[in-house]
């Protein structure tokens, strides 16, 4: 059982192709390329934290239900997410049949010996971050002009070939 971040899909978000220059002729080529990207790495018994933006609409039950995994979802009103979030209901779950888990819009995740500290957004500082703990963040998309904060790692869509990330992959980022 792997864990995984993501952020930043935007499915049905036909606008982000051209504002994050994706590489995908319409919104519903980019959704169903996303979604079997999902499926391909993430198994039914994984864990998926998603950091934000998952669809700009009303509709995420529908998107969720194609998606496998658990998936836990930073639940922030000031993302992309703000319109669906308002309509979520604790019986929606994920392909693999696993119920949708709504987390506060700040976490600290613990996976020994590591510890990750979840944001939509990126920050300049976070739950221990003077002990190590690895800030994971999405939002900013594939923009270079962020500045670069040691133990940051943006694990949204436009920066890791559309694909989740997992915890190994970035603990092996790290240490190169």
Same mark, same amino acid.
């Given at each position: 059982?792997?864990?995984?971040?993501?952020?930043? !899909?935007?499915l049905g978000h036909g606008k982000i192709i051209e504002y994050s220059k994706r590489p995908y002729l319409s919104a519903a080529i980019m959704d169903s390329?996303?979604?079997?990207?999902w499926n391909y790495k993430v198994r039914n018994n994984d864990t998926v934290y998603y950091l934000g933006d998952l669809t700009l609409g009303e509709s995420?039950?529908?998107?969720?239900?194609?998606? #496998?995994?658990?998936?836990?979802?930073?639940?922030?009103?000031? !993302?992309?997410?703000?319109?669906?979030?308002?309509?979520?209901?604790?019986?929606?779950?994920?392909?693999?049949? !696993?119920?949708?888990?709504?987390?506060?819009?700040?976490?600290?995740?613990?996976?020994?010996?590591?510890?990750?500290?979840?944001? !939509?957004?990126?920050?300049?500082?976070?739950?221990?971050?003077?002990?190590?703990?690895?800030?994971?963040?999405?939002?900013?998309?594939? #923009?270079?002009?962020?500045?670069?904060?040691?133990?940051?790692?943006?694990?949204?869509?436009?920066?890791?070939?559309?694909?989740?990330?997992?915890?190994?992959?970035?603990?092996?980022?790290?240490?190169?």
């Amino acid at each position: 059982m792997a864990i995984l971040f993501s952020a930043d !899909h935007h499915l049905g978000h036909g606008k982000i192709i051209e504002y994050s220059k994706r590489p995908y002729l319409s919104a519903a080529i980019m959704d169903s390329d996303m979604i079997a990207r999902w499926n391909y790495k993430v198994r039914n018994n994984d864990t998926v934290y998603y950091l934000g933006d998952l669809t700009l609409g009303e509709s995420a039950e529908w998107y969720l239900s194609r998606l #496998n995994g658990y998936i836990k979802i930073l639940a922030l009103d000031q !993302h992309h997410d703000r319109k669906w979030l308002k309509l979520y209901r604790n019986t929606w779950t994920s392909k693999s049949g !696993h119920p949708i888990e709504l987390l506060p819009p700040i976490y600290t995740l613990e996976i020994e010996p590591y510890v990750f500290a979840l944001s !939509h957004f990126p920050m300049w500082s976070w739950d221990r971050k003077i002990y190590g703990a690895i800030h994971l963040y999405g939002h900013v998309h594939n #923009n270079p002009g962020q500045l670069y904060l040691p133990r940051s790692i943006n694990v949204g869509v436009d920066v890791n070939d559309f694909f989740p990330v997992s915890s190994d992959e970035i603990v092996l980022s790290l240490a190169s």
